[in-house]
Every structure is written in C-alpha cells, then in structure tokens.
C-alpha cells in the first residue's frame, strides 16, 4: 500500500486529536512523545520516546516519516534545517515555523509586509520601555520573545518603576523582551487558515476567543455580530501571512477587535485550540485540514455544520475523576460532544473541551459552559 | 484516574472505527486482533493478539478490561458464558448475541415475540424445502443457520432439484438451514438502535441500503420518500427487537420495504455498514454510542446533522493504490469525507466508504458515487 506516513513531533492533545483524524485518511501516523503516557501517545500505534530538542532523536523519527510536522513550536530552528538539509520534509519549515517561535521577529516581518499589528519596540532597558510609553501611554505589554504561552512570559506593565524590575529579572535570565502597546480592545478574535506548499489557501469562519487570565476559556464560530470588513481582514490577514511566510499546514492568527480594525495579537503555526470546535462544527476538521495541508493534499472545505458553534475548554480544578461527571452531562445534554484528552488533573491545566452546535447561541453557549463547568467540578 | 477500559474483540474496521470514537471519550480501548496487520491494530496503542476462538485468549484479554464487547459476531456464545460466568462484563452478552449468530434461533424468537419477518421454516430435507415452496411458491431463499454475511450462505433456489442438491452439500458440510419466502421488496432498509443496560433507547433515522450481488454499495440517510408509517415501524421493530432480546449496544436491522409493510430481514449487534454515515451525518456516531451503551452511560443524539447523507462502500476492484485517487477526488469534492480501513485491495473487499452530506439528494449521491467509482479505479 503507498498510504504516506505523518509523523508529528510532540504528543500532546493536538497530536491526539490528529492521530483521531488520520485514521480515516488511512495514513499512516507517526508521534514523537516524551513519555508513553502523552496525551497522544496513550492512543496511537506508531509511538516514538525521544526530547525534540535532541537532534539525534528528531533524525531517527524523521528516518520513518514522509513528512514531519509539529504539536508545538519547541523544536529548535537549527535542527530543522539540519533536517531539511538532510533531505527531510518538514512542514511548516523552518523559515516559517521562526517566526511562531519568536516575537520579535514576527512583528518585524509582520510589520514588513503591512499587516495591521499593535505598535511594538524591541526593548533592552528600561530606558527603552520608558521611551515606547513616552509614545503609547502606560500601561505598557512586555513580553518574552520566546517561550511564552497561555499568558505566561507576558506582563501588562503599569509603571517605569515595574519595567525597571521586570527588564532586571528578564536580563539575568537572558530573556529578550519586546513592548507593545496595550491595546483598547472589544474582544479577542482568532482567524485560521491553511495552506498547501502548492500554494492552496483556505479560511475558517473568524471565531470569537473568550480568555481569562490569558487562557482561553471559550470559543464561539462564528464571531457573532462581528463586523464583516473585520471579519474579512481577518481572514485576509491570516492568509496573507501564510502566503508571507510560507506556511504548510493550519496557521492560527489571534487578533484584537477594535472599533479602529483587527490587529494581530500572535501567531501558531499548527492545529490551535481556537480551533477546536471544528472537529464537529466544520465539514473539515482544522486536524484533518493541516495533515491534507501537510501532505499537498487539496484542502477540505471549511465551511459551518451549524449556525453555531461553542466550544468550552475544561481547566482542570480540584475533582480528580472527570469521568463521574459524564453520566450527568450527557444525560442533561444529548447533543454534546465531549472531547478529553487523558491528562492528569491539575489546576488550570487544559485536560479537556466540549462542544455544542445549534441555532440558538445562548442556548448553545449554556449548554457548553454548563458541562465545561460540571465536568472540572467548579459545579455539582 | 478512573476512565473506564472497553475490550473490543476483533480487529477490523469496526474495531479501527470504534477506537477512532473511544479517543474523545478519553476512556481506554483495547482491540482483541488476529494480526498486528488488523485495520483496527495498525491504529491503536492497545492492541492484544489472540483468536476469538480460544477461551484463553479472550479470558486473558477481558482481564484488562472493564467491559468487553465486539466488532463481528464469531465468537463462540459458550465461550462467553464462560467468561460471563467468571464475571467478566459481557456486551451485548451470550443471550443476545446468539440471535445475530444463529439465523433459526433468530426466526424462532422473533416469530414468537411477533415482530414482523418473512415466512420461514426450519429444514432438513429436500422434502422440507419442497413442502415449504408449496406453501410460499419457488423460488425460495435457503439460509445457512450459521456464518454468512455479504451474500455468503445465502442461495436463492429455482426448483426442487437445485433444493435437493443444496441440501445434500449442506448436509454433507454439516450446514444446518432455514428456509424463506422470496419477498417481493420496494427496497432494502436498515433501522439502527442502540440500547443499554439500564434501558434507554434510541432510533436513528431508517435509511436505504443498496445492495449488489449481496453486498451493501450504498447508504442514503434517511430513505428517501418512505412512508412515515413504514419508517414508524422499522424503528419499533428495532427497538423491540433489543428489549426482547436484552441487546446492549447498537443493534442493526435490515428489513425488506413492501407495500404491505416492512419485514425483517437480518440482525446484527455492532456497529454496522449501514451506520457509517454517523459519523458525520448523525449528533453522534454509532461507534460513539455503542461505546455510550456499553459503559451504561446515557445515550446521545442520534439525530441527522444535513438533510440528506451518503456513504458509498469503496469495494477492492483491481487498482492497488487507492490512495493515487485521493487527489482527484478531494480537489473535485472538498466536501467529501474519506474513510480507509488499511486493508490490503482484493476484489470486491470493503476497504473504506465515503460520505457526503446536502440538502440535494442527487447531487449527494452522485458525488458519493464518483468518489467510491474512483478510489477504487472503476473510472479514471
């Protein structure tokens, strides 16, 4: 059989949700986990153990793979260009991949090709931050050029007092810093898109994110209300990023709505939990979308199977046995689609998501958050 | 935690299906396989090897299980009694069971229970064969008891001297058959329910099976243009027939469609080809509720999510590289939904099905056709 083999490094729920979808295509998928209890490495067959760091590691995978692409954006740039230049297919490459991994250097190329972005500086003192705010007003967003998700290696920096601490702390640990401003935004947006190395593109319907304390807690397909010029600057931002960039696979873009336009908050490279709700809310699924992407398959279409669609993470809190709440759940609810990803619990961690579809968003958005809620035990 | 373990005896695409479905539900699954080889084994991590003949195998297996269940019905029912006996969870269990094993016992129970099937009898002779086509009129269908499918232990008998030599071969192998009434059907349909333990039960929506030389080519959810009384009454059937029998699971019926109503024409308590189209075309899969009701957790939504669904079966013919057809077909259709088993091409095999989904029942099916037509090489 010439069914081609996937392999993903990272074995983390994206991975999990990936193998899901690459058993209906009949390819063969490959994951590289850390231990034999990832996430995904608890459901797939082809499991390799090995660090994405270690090159020797990257290469043995890769020695098995027609395609290697990623759960996350941790593997060093310099050993997939050692790769590529070893003949492997690495997808997204390297060249694009960089710019997920680094800040800084994504709002450079960003702001290079015209995309609507916050007003940002590369910033070394605290002299530099002082001066940015002289422009933009306090308080002002430092973050981490590198290694930041879910809020961490991000700070909203009221004061030059608060800079001088912080830019102290991050030179001692060699953590290299840019500021934005603090953008005066109505509510976050995410735009994913994919894209061949034929050149094919795609767009979602520009879903609504709802963060707390910089986690995302809930995604809405579509925006409702959003404006369609945003909506489509949306899109066209994502795609043109992809097209900028070169991106193979799914890119997700994060994006603030202003009364002014969307600006682009950041980039993944890669199946994204603003992304989730298409596993049953669009005909093609974003895991699906980015191993088609991936193997220079034509794309699937991404349109809606419903008016709406919530999607609710489950955080993990303090009730250890999730699965107690599914009798409940889905008793109370027999339209919803639970989707947990065999995680220990642990507070704040994402273990888990549900998604409803519907006409009616309130009745939609209950529903969801409602299980989302059972289900971590912050409700009984 | 405290995810529950389902055992799945048998390794095929079922299983492949079903293991697909257990990975959102975060529960572990373990496939009892044949080979390494088997479609559902070549995707899942927990994949035991053994024969579903040896009560070894299977004791040894149901230990690492909290509930055992199956992809096909060949496992002997005293080998479950046995298992059942030593308290391993059974579903659906021996009782059941043997009545999708064993086409007489089939008939018996269901005339009893008065659920609605062709005339039939219970032969041994040629005498019997030919005393049975007086009453019915020739030709009669013979059935062997046990072990057919797709077609397989099934003849259709013109006369008495074919009955006479059907009987001696069968007698010699020892075969033991029923005989029915040829029924003059509209059409071939298929009612699926799931059941569980505790008793709840749903009914999807009645869809037409298109059968060619005994084998299902084509699924169209729901039947077009069925008499709603018809459609009324091949779900009670189905549902009846699981309470009766104490069926846990899903539980297909396929049933003739006359002008006088419908009939029963086989039993199977699995997942099933005429289910396919859930996976995208119902709230929730049949994998995922047979799941749902072996855990004895409630049942989910088993209602459509388009107007029209088709899945087309994708039958081995004589090009051995399928996947060369998914280009075309996917550039063609960016709707279509593509479901490979990993199964070796032989003629007339079921090595995958397509699906797609719309509110124009011809354009639906001509696309499910052309993709099933191509994938298999029968247009180019």
């Known amino acids: 059989m010439k069914y081609p083999v996937v392999g993903m490094v990272g074995g983390g729920q994206l991975a999990r949700m990936t193998h899901q979808a690459s058993i209906g295509l009949g390819i063969t998928f490959r994951v590289l986990a850390q231990t034999p209890d990832d996430s995904a490495a608890q459901v797939a067959r082809h499991v390799h153990l090995g660090d994405h760091r270690d090159l020797d590691a990257l290469r043995a995978f890769a020695a098995e793979c027609d395609v290697v692409t990623f759960d996350h954006e941790h593997v060093p740039a310099a050993h997939l260009r050692a790769l590529r230049a070893e003949g492997v297919v690495v997808r997204p490459g390297p060249d694009a991949l960089v710019h997920a991994q680094d800040k800084g250097l994504m709002r450079e190329r960003l702001t290079r090709a015209g ?18 705010a002289e422009e933009v007003g306090w308080p002002v967003v430092l973050k981490a050029r590198r290694g930041g998700y879910d809020g961490k290696g991000v700070w909203v920096v009221p004061s030059s007092e608060e800079a001088r601490r912080l830019v102290e702390e991050a030179t001692a640990r060699k953590i290299r810093l840019i500021a934005e401003e603090k953008v005066e935004f109505t509510r976050e947006l995410a735009a ?50 992809a097209g900028e960039l070169d991106v193979t696979g799914v890119l997700a873009v994060e994006l603030f709505d202003t009364p002014a336009g969307v600006l682009v908050n950041e980039l993944a490279m890669r199946p994204h939990n603003s992304g989730h709700w298409t596993i049953e809310g669009a005909r093609t699924s974003q895991f699906e979308q980015h191993l088609r992407a991936v193997l220079d398959l034509p794309l699937g279409d991404p349109s809606l199977t419903a008016p709406y669609v919530v999607m609710a993470n489950v955080l993990g809190l303090d009730e ?61």
């Open 192 to 241: 994913l898109v994919a894209r061949s190395p034929h050149g094919q593109g795609v767009a979602y319907p520009v879903v609504e994110t709802v963060q707390v304390d910089g986690v995302c807690r809930e995604v809405i397909a579509p925006a409702p209300g959003l404006d369609p010029e945003h909506a489509a600057a949306a899109q066209q931002a994502a795609l043109k990023i």
């Open 115 to 132: 995309v609507p972005c916050p007003r940002w500086r590369h910033v070394a003192t605290a002299g530099d931050v002082a001066a940015f």
């Open 320 to 380: 250890p046995d999730i699965y107690g709440g599914y009798e409940h759940c889905m008793a109370r609810d027999p339209g919803l689609k639970i989707h947990m990803y065999g995680k220990e619990v642990r507070p704040g961690r994402k273990i888990g998501h549900v998604t409803v579809l519907g006409d009616d968003l309130e009745d939609v958005r209950e529903r969801a958050r409602h299980a989302a809620a059972y289900l971590r035990g912050e409700i009984t």
